[in-house]
């Protein structure tokens, strides 16, 4: 005789988690935002899948008593300053960035007291202290539109990615003071690999995130948002692609450009995961199932530090929609 599954078996398997996640998210009235470097189960899960700008606006106009947010801690942050009505859970508080981690806030705080009189541009990549410091957030959607409203007489300090603000300096013609923190998964596409993959695929684009170094950059045909990367490559008469960002976002691709082919770029030596963001991959069916029936980890911030680093971000929110 056949026994059923134990407790223990189920909560193993994806088909229940999933159907699981489905129930706990409508009985709790939740709403679900995922950034497109999450698995794919997950970013189907979504109500909504976006770059950090997009999942920002989603936070804020979201009107339900609970928002999810599947991507890395700074995101929930935002989605919490944003939104203080709705409670904000994220399945793993462990989700950091490695440009968040470049960046404390007392070290920060020295920085901008080293530049009197220069303008703060800070990365949306960074904790709600460190934007309680800034003049104004961006993200890479954003951030040239930005910075060309700044006034020229003015210098400007950039934190924490040295790479895409050396990129904005390249772009804008801006000179900007750059503070020296990277991303552990841009910075280690490998141009060996590249050269390789090209000999392979001779008539395939290279679409980047800017968070890469200058050197991959400079071989890109596209450079973009994880959004903007996904619109070009939908948009694209082409069909074969290398992709120099998370491989979390080729899920999307390949659904919303099934025909065309996309090959990620490898990490590192060519031989190592490094291409996949271990923060974001923190949140798992298994964890989003437990924070939807647990009702935790929940983000709040103190009150006093939630309107200080919400004022930076309205900054960004109205100026990115000029
Ligand atoms: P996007 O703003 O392009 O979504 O970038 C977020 C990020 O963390 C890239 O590493
Ligand atoms: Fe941070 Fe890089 Fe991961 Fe984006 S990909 S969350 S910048 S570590």
Redo the contacts with the bound molecule.
Sequence with gaps: MNASPSVEVLQRDPAWLIEEIRRLKAERGAILLA?Y?QDGDIQDLADFVGDSLELARAAQRANSKVIVFC??R??AEVASILNPEAEVLIPSLE??????DSCQPEDFRRWREEHPGAVSVTYI?CSAAVKALSDVIVTSSSAEKILRQLPEDRPILFAP?RHLGAYLQRKTGRDLILWPGT????EQFSLEALAGLRLEHPRALVVA?P?CPEGLLAQADFVGSTSAILGFVVASPDDEFLIA??PGIIHQMEKKASGKRFIPIPGGSGECACNV????KKNTLTNLWECLRDGRPTLRLPEELRLAALKPLERMLEMASR
């Design positions: 950034h470097y991507g890395v700074f995101m989700a950091g960035c490695s440009l968040e990549n990615d991303c552990v998964v841009h995130h968070e960002t998370e963001c271990p923060f974001m």
